[in-house]
């Protein structure tokens, strides 16, 4: 009856730890150099099959696709992942209950699993908090974002401009998830991370879940793993915060007997708190390059004169309305509201930028824009077989409301409109 009594008591955590060390795996292997090409890869490709086999024989959906990092972790598979890795869990958990007995070892697996989810949070939320100071993740609007209206706007598109706009309240952001996570990297902090942590993650799970944004789950994910992380300190919470009585946190210690020991926790402590945080920020710093593209010609091109050499009555969808150059990008937009987008390949001097529709494209088009006495532009390219006349006014991000109405700490009247 008391083996009944503790494997009943040992099977919730037991079934935790599990779950966390199979969600969390193959980190941090995946933020080491080369550790995604050699081995994370493979890891992430075997729990997809795990996956793609639980939602075809189990659930009965046929077929099932993986797509590597398209940007979405709410896809079918990530949900059917929930079903896949908790009953993997319950095996494994089976599997220790009937091979291990020991006492010992089985008290210890559930604060091991604590352990790894606190690096796995902790680096991650450095990690997301370096990108917001940086162009990456809340990028200030676009010109395209600002000829975008409320209306066309998707909710994860508002709410990324409802952050890009600011840069104190990324910075705000930023600084949160940096302090959470390095906090949570140090055992003498891990409470004090652990709470933060709970308020930064309940605050994006919120907002993925408001303005459906797909990464749900997973900050769902880094929220339940911070509960789990601050639970044992339950009681200490209640005795100082309700009952206001004496209270102390146990810290948690690792004995280390031998030199090995020591090599290794310390070897294992540098990479998790020093080299993988200073190696994410540097690759965020590096990608700036790709991210950053100085462009003088930036402007929203208001059209006001265009022509096709050799056709008239054009059609809507012929008729260019706006034509956007932005870094990289150049966008146009015609009556029908159709939008192409062009990559730009060089920008040379006297207005002269090479463009092409695809990366197939061997031969660029050339546009050349030019600024006209009376403050108009004149835009002309060929495209094909058609010859393109434009003349256009240029509206820049200052020239937009939302980017020069600034900040005022006195205003005699709300600016809401």
């Known amino acids: 009856m008391n083996r009944i009594l503790y494997n009943f008591k040992t099977f919730p955590k037991l079934f935790l730890a599990m779950y966390i060390f199979i969600y969390c795996f193959p980190f941090p292997i995946n933020y080491m150099p080369y550790g995604y090409q050699l081995l994370g ?49 319950v095996i494994i958990v089976l599997v220790i209950r009937l091979v291990f007995r020991k006492y010992d ?56 401009r409802f952050f890009g706009y600011s840069s104190l309240y990324k910075g705000f952001m930023g600084v949160s998830e940096i302090l959470a996570g390095m906090l949570l990297l140090f055992r003498r902090t891990v409470l004090l991370g652990a709470l933060l942590s709970i308020a930064v993650c309940t ?77 994410l920020a540097y690759g965020h710093v590096a990608s700036q390059s790709f991210r950053t593209y100085l462009n003088e010609w930036e402007g929203v091109y208001e059209v006001t004169h265009f022509e096709i050499e050799g056709k008239e009555n054009l059609s809507a969808t012929a008729h260019w309305e706006k034509v956007i150059i932005q870094g990289q990008t150049i966008m146009t937009i015609n009556r029908a509201k159709t939008k192409n987008y062009y990559t730009i390949e060089q920008i040379w001097n006297e207005g002269e930028i090479n463009f092409v529709s695809s990366s197939e494209q061997e031969d660029p088009y050339q546009l050349f824009v030019t600024e006209l006495e009376d403050g108009t532009y004149s835009l002309t390219t060929t495209i094909g077989n058609n010859q393109y006349q434009v003349s256009a006014k240029r509206k820049i991000k200052a020239d937009y409301l939302l980017m020069n109405r600034g900040f005022r700490f006195v205003n005699e009247l709300p600016f809401n409109r």
């Open 41 to 89: 890869k493979q890891i992430n490709n075997f729990k997809a099959k795990l996956n793609i086999w639980t939602a075809e024989y189990l659930l009965g959906y046929k077929p099932v696709s993986y797509q590597e990092m398209n940007g979405s972790g709410d896809t079918t598979l990530d949900y059917v992942a929930l079903l896949s890795y908790s009953l993997v869990a």
């Open 105 to 160: 070892f089985i008290h210890k697996v559930y604060p091991a699993a604590l352990v790894y989810a606190r690096y796995f949070i902790g680096i991650t939320l450095v990690s997301y908090g370096v990108i917001k100071f940086l162009h990456g993740q809340f990028p200030s609007p676009s010109l395209m974002a600002l000829e975008t209206t409320y209306g066309e706007s998707s909710p994860m598109g508002l709410a990324w």
């Open 203 to 279: 605050n994006i799970f919120i907002v993925n879940l408001s303005f459906d944004v797909p990464v749900k789950l997973f900050s769902g994910h880094l929220l339940m793993f911070s509960i789990l992380i601050a639970l044992p300190y339950f009681k200490s919470l209640i005795s100082f915060f309700i009952l206001h009585q004496p209270t102390q946190i146990r810290s948690i210690s690792y004995p280390l007997v031998s030199k090995w020991d020591k090599i290794a926790y310390y070897g294992a402590k540098t990479i998790l708190v020093a080299l993988i945080p200073l190696s």
